[in-house]
């Protein structure tokens, strides 16, 4: 007699493409992937490459411990691609200790280093011993405390650096020694959020004067910087310097040149309350700062406030023939809708194939009744088929 009873085969191991696959949709849920990795060994080795692809380190008792898996379990080693040291207790010499006593060798395979609220002075050796991890392609340095001269010898430390991400620096005071910089970087992506670019002191030479003379904006094509009234001078002989080679920007304001956030930032289209159109004094100067003109072969544009007066002027001096995509922040709040539409449909534009609004995920908004309150105030754009809106959770 033969019995129905299931009896599942002794080896079900899946094709090592397909457990990748599996693992990367669940790249976001670590529970899940924890789960996974107690599955088999193939499962085990899969789910370890999403779990440990990221690495934060907040306190010297999460270095110390991520010291430790490293030192009992060198694979793991392999699995890291972007570690990131951020919170208010690390310290600079912290840090520096970190980087310097045991990473460089077990982390073989890291892309990026992520710095946020790291504060204190650098010493030289810290600064050589950055060099060792040779497979570094992205640094960000966000809300960092730092004297200029070491910001300069952070960014000269890797040889292969591509994506350099610099916001709110907070410059220390003073002067110090002279830092070695081993390296002239290649840079293809740079990202500027900063309300004052950082000089040194008496302004003998700023972070962009430092880049353009060690030539590390000669391969560049992406360019993210967040315009104030006291850098934009800087911005614009940035973007002019840039001129033809640049092929996507990114423009932002840091300070809102005397717009309040409140006022920029909220539910899109009040149209029947508009900004008022005049300028102030420095958003007069930006206009006269930012010239696009150079800009011939700018193929992407991204602009933060699309509600901001200055929107519209700077989407008018777009000259480059080549502009595909258009995309604008969820900042929306009392932006003229049709005056917009009336530019973006301009002759400047007639490559355009994609305009793109951004908005804010919001779990009580059905996503079709967004979609549709978008092409009612865009008719011209839904029509041409370019209309696109997407959601993000930032």
């Known amino acids: ?143 960092c405390s730092l004297y200029t001269e070491e910001l300069f010898g952070i960014i000269s430390a890797f040889p292969f650096l591509k994506d350099l991400r610099v916001a709110d620096i907070d410059e220390s005071v003073g002067e110090i020694e002279a830092v070695e910089k081993p390296h002239n970087p290649k840079l293809e992506r740079l990202l500027m959020h900063c309300s004052a670019i950082p000089t040194r002191r008496y302004g003998r030479e700023s972070l962009i004067d430092f880049l353009i003379s060690k030539g590390s904006l000669e391969s560049l094509r992406v360019l993210d910087v967040g315009i104030s009234m006291y850098n934009m001078r800087s911005m614009g002989k940035l973007i002019r310097t840039l001129g033809p080679q640049l092929e996507e920007l990114h423009i932002g304001f840091v300070s809102p040149f005397g717009r309040s956030d409140t006022d920029l930032s909220s539910e899109p289209f009040s149209l029947t309350q508009p900004f008022c159109a005049a300028y102030t004094c420095h958003e007069t100067d930006m206009l006269e700062s930012i010239d696009l003109t150079q800009s011939v072969n700018l193929q992407r544009l991204v602009l933060s406030r699309p509600a901001h007066p200055l929107t519209r002027d700077l989407l008018s001096r777009v000259v480059s023939p080549h502009v595909h995509t258009i995309e604008f922040g969820p900042d929306f709040i009392g932006a003229d809708t049709q005056q917009l539409e009336e530019t973006l449909c301009a002759p400047n534009f007639s490559q355009l194939a994609e305009v793109c609004f951004v908005t804010k995920y919001n779990p009580n908004k059905r996503e079709d009744v967004v979609k549709s309150k978008y092409q009612l105030a865009f008719p011209r754009l839904h029509e041409r088929g370019i209309l696109q809106v997407a959601r993000t959770l930032d």
């Open 1 to 143: 007699m033969v019995s129905d009873a299931y009896v599942p085969p002794e080896n079900v191991d899946l094709p090592p493409e397909l457990d990748a696959y599996l693992m990367d949709l669940l790249a976001y849920n670590s529970n899940a992937l924890k789960s996974c990795a107690l599955v088999s060994k193939a499962w085990l080795a899969a789910s370890r490459v999403c779990l440990f692809r990221d690495i934060t380190v907040e306190s010297e008792t999460m270095f110390l411990r991520f010291e430790e898996v490293l030192i009992t379990s060198p694979m793991i080693g392999d699995c890291v691609r972007t570690l990131r040291f951020r919170g208010r207790e690390l310290s600079a010499p912290l840090v520096q200790c970190c980087l310097s006593r045991t990473l460089p060798v077990p982390l073989s395979r890291l892309e990026a280093f992520e710095f946020r609220f790291v504060q204190d002075s650098w010493k030289p050796q810290s600064l050589k011993d950055l060099a060792k991890f040779t497979t570094i392609t992205r640094i960000s340095l966000v809300e």
